[in-house]
């Protein structure tokens, strides 16, 4: 196969925004940890989470095309690949929440659990060491499974052998059952049980909807970055793009259909056991962030990429994948900061510290991966299809 | 693995088979006349269907008292045959819009057929809320319209929200069925000889000539359609699940049930037509339409949606004990340790252990082995939603009035019935339309699609 690629390296430019945006980002949020801890600890929970989310939707996305066999995306998988090594950060963002967890869960202080009989009969599972090894197991699932399908990857650049593609098909259905487990109960350790009374059985799938959102958004723009700018292979068309915009407006139905049903069914049972949730969400300026989740994570992207056209624009599917980026925090901040403030919600410094370090984070490990590694697998059988692909 | 090749596409019909052949194949059975077997087999769904037609006299004579229905259990058999019906469509409109969306082109020679089963299977479960509401005569005042009266349904209800659902379902699955078949019957039209079949298929192939313009308006519609069909698979089933998650009753009250309850569907969908198919191909000679490749695939699907249907039961049973609540904590240990213990072992070994069985590629192509496990799990679905309304029903929040289910014979009889009207219907569509699509096949047949000059 004869592909027209030349490895080429992403200007300096983006890299030296990417540590500027860090090192700030970094400071900032330091500052903000001395000033005041336990905002930034909730904080640092939207970061994890919004982190994790990026991670695991571009997981899901690349365990997606082998096991469905995708073609279209096979000229963008190594852009996607790129954009999972995010869940290399992990371990360091949840470090410094694991040394304040006093601050964050109510769970945590074996005083209060002694009056709680709801909080007694669950503290065999929440409890800071079981909590402990499973954050430690998820993550040592997360970076096998991301080591193992690079590695096979990247080697198939090497070797082109159609083996290594038939090995990480496995691996995705391997994965799978791995990453419904594991996305479910990262959602219930660091997202409901911060309302440790709260309970909802939907919320693993809430947050599996935004996490593939976020995957899906964060590797949108890079990938239309890449191949605008001529960075991937020739013959990419806007056919190829148009999935991405489909995916996206169908997964931000998804979401809604999702956040709708879990609303709905609280709402409308009306048990005070599971109503304080979304109280908590509607007193004071609370209801203003609430109704605006409604309109920037699903009326926005809705009537943003409903038409045909739009899903194939690049210029509109990158406007649309920074607002549904951008949403998928807005709805991780709803989901944690109400905790912390119950009064209204609150917004200073510290949090835009904080955001300002997740787009550090991101930019920085993406352009570090992708100037070391060719940025399309040209060793993937299915390449060719790809760049031929047509609607 | 010796069949290690991604570089140019399988097709999934197999062997290349002149278009000629696939118009001649597909429109045989409806030219030729209904052989023995059929006829075997029409006269069993018949007798079936006389049972149910002997059931619904007894339940319309005598009234509802003849079934196990009681208080508390007031929902029964009825309620679980509605949703277990609605389900079985979901898999034709799934195949058919969804996996159209996906530009998924194995569907082609399955998803007629499934369509077909939608709208039989929503014809069937429609039949018991009709029953159910106990005067079905009455059953226009299910519809809103303005009175003199000014009486209204009670729009807070989720079973009028069902009224919507399912007949806005039935619609669009009826109108998007139609729109496919348009062409075929073009072709049935042009190559039949006789004078009364000539005219039907005339009126119902509306003047189509093949011409280049129908067939962008053809695939515009289409598209639009399948559009349309993808909200209400999610619906449909979302809303059936709201007849029980908006009550406070345990077991019955969790968020996850709206699209736990559209997996399940779609998994129970998608073993009937597995089961169905696996005949049809072989009495009509389609093996090369329908490839085992095709339904390796619909078992995968199966595993799919099988896990996800594990996945929440076992949230439904964390989520139970995290909850800390108790009634909450007892219904879900009654429901697997309590006196309908067997009817959840049935529901967990069908619907969960069985399909892990897909995950070994010999099992998902041995015919044989995937029919039984086909089988297995349209048992579990069954039992899904008789252990949902009567463990929880029967254990409702007043001890004294608790009571163990008990169904009546007329109650079996109407179940056994349902299932003699459906395959009645589809007997029947077996030899009434063509149930592979003619069109769609010619159109992913090897060498059928636009080539380049390097051949």
Not at chain 1, 162 to 190: C, E, G, H, Y
Not at chain 2, 139 to 155: E, K, M, R
Not at chain 2, 356 to 380: E, H, S, Y
Request: aromatic share 18%.
């Amino acid at each position: 196969m004869d592909l027209a690629y030349q490895k080429k390296y992403l200007p300096t430019k983006i890299t030296v925004a990417g540590y500027i945006l860090l090192v700030s980002g970094f400071l900032l949020s330091v500052v903000g940890y001395f000033t005041n801890l336990e905002r930034s600890a909730f904080n640092n929970i939207i970061l994890l989470t919004f982190i994790i989310s990026v991670g695991m939707g571009a997981l899901f996305f690349i365990g997606t095309e082998y096991l469905s066999g995708t073609v279209w995306s096979v000229p963008f998988r190594r852009v996607v690949e790129f954009v999972a090594a995010s869940i290399l950060l992990v371990p360091f963002i949840a470090l410094p929440i694991l040394a304040n967890m006093g601050y964050l869960f109510h769970w945590m202080h074996p005083e209060v659990v002694e009056m709680d009989e709801l909080l007694k009969s669950k503290a065999p599972y929440l409890n800071a060491k079981f909590f402990i090894i499973r954050v430690t197991v998820f993550i040592a699932i997360w970076w096998l499974i991301y080591f193992l399908f690079t590695r096979n990857s990247l080697k198939q650049d090497e070797t082109k052998d159609q083996k290594l593609t038939k090995t990480n098909t496995r691996l995705s259905a391997v994965f799978m059952p791995f990453f419904a487990i594991t996305i479910t109960f990262t959602a219930i350790d660091w997202l409901m049980s911060l309302e440790p009374h709260w309970f909802s059985t939907i919320f693993g799938v809430y947050y599996f909807s935004g996490s593939v959102l976020a995957g899906l958004a964060t590797s949108t723009i890079a990938i239309i970055f890449l191949s605008e700018k001529g960075y991937l292979v020739k013959g990419i068309s806007q056919d190829n793009y148009y999935s991405l915009g489909a995916l996206l407006f169908a997964f931000t139905n998804f979401w809604a259909y999702i956040a709708f049903s879990q609303y709905l069914l609280i709402w409308y049972a009306n048990l005070p056991e599971e109503t304080f949730w979304f109280l908590e969400r509607w007193e004071g300026s609370w209801m203003y962030v609430s109704i605006g989740l409604i309109f920037i994570r699903f009326v926005i992207p809705y009537f943003g990429l409903l038409s045909q056209p739009s899903k194939k624009d690049p210029k509109r599917l990158v406007v649309m994948s920074f607002i549904v980026l951008f949403a998928h925090y807005y709805d991780l901040y709803w989901m944690v900061m109400p905790t912390y403030a119950k009064d209204g919600f609150v917004f200073g410094w510290i949090e835009i510290g904080f955001i300002i370090l997740a787009a550090g984070l991101l930019i920085s490990v993406f352009s570090y991966i992708a100037n070391k590694y060719n940025m399309v697998a040209i060793g993937d059988p299915k390449l060719k299809r790809g760049i031929d692909f047509k609607l | 693995m010796s069949s290690v090749e991604y570089t140019h596409e399988v097709s999934v019909i197999e062997g290349r088979p002149t278009l000629r052949s696939l118009d001649d194949l597909i429109s045989k059975p409806l030219e030729t006349r209904p052989d023995k077997k059929f006829y075997i087999a029409l006269s069993i769904t018949l007798s079936m269907l006389g049972l149910f037609v002997i059931g619904l006299i007894v339940t319309f004579y005598y009234g509802i008292g003849t079934w196990g229905n009681q208080i508390p259990v007031a929902w029964g058999f009825g309620i679980v045959n509605f949703v277990f019906w609605v389900g079985i469509g979901h898999a034709g409109t799934l195949i058919s819009a969804i996996l159209f969306l996906l530009r998924q082109k194995w569907r082609t020679g399955i998803a007629r057929f499934a369509e077909g089963m939608t709208i039989f299977a929503v014809m069937t479960a429609g039949i018991f809320p009709l029953i159910h509401t106990g005067r079905p005569w009455l059953a226009g005042y299910l519809f809103p319209y303005p009175n003199q009266h000014s009486i209204w349904v009670n729009f807070t209800s989720p079973l009028l929200w069902d009224v919507f659902a399912v007949s806005t379902y039935f619609t669009v699955s009826l109108i998007f069925w139609y729109v496919g078949l348009i062409p075929d019957f073009a072709t049935l039209r042009e190559k039949t000889s006789n004078k009364i079949k000539k005219l039907v298929y005339s009126i119902f192939s509306l003047g189509w000539r093949f011409s280049n313009r129908h067939w962008q308006h053809y695939e515009m519609v289409y598209l639009i359609l399948a559009g349309f069909a993808t909200p209400l698979v999610l619906s449909v089933h979302t809303i059936v699940s709201f007849d029980f998650a908006v009550s406070i009753l345990p077991g019955w009250h969790t968020t996850i049930f709206p699209p736990y309850f559209v997996a399940g569907a779609v998994f129970s969908g998608f073993a009937m037509v597995q089961n169905v198919l696996i005949f049809v191909r072989k009495i009509f000679n389609y093996e090369h339409i329908i490839t085992i490749d095709t339904l390796e695939r619909m078992n995968k699907i199966i595993l799919l949606t099988g896990s996800m249907v594990g996945y929440a039961y076992s949230m439904e049973f964390f989520i139970a004990w995290y909850s800390g609540v108790q009634p909450e904590q007892f219904t879900f240990i009654n429901r697997a340790f309590g006196p309908y213990a067997w009817a959840y072992w049935i529901m967990v070994s069908c619907n969960v252990l069985a399909p892990q069985l897909f995950w070994f590629k010999k099992i998902r192509r041995t015919i044989p082995v995937m029919f039984v496990i086909a089988v297995f799990v349209n048992i579990g679905m069954w039992f899904e939603r008789f252990v949902i309304v009567v463990t929880s029903l029967s254990r409702d929040y007043l001890p004294s009035s608790w009571q163990y289910f008990t169904p009546s014979l007329v109650d079996f009889m109407i179940l056994i019935g349902s299932f003699g009207f459906f395959f009645t219907w589809i007997l029947l569509f077996t030899k009434a339309l063509p149930v592979v699509s003619i069109a769609e096949v010619k159109a992913v047949v090897d060498g059928s699609q636009p080539s380049h000059k390097e051949h």
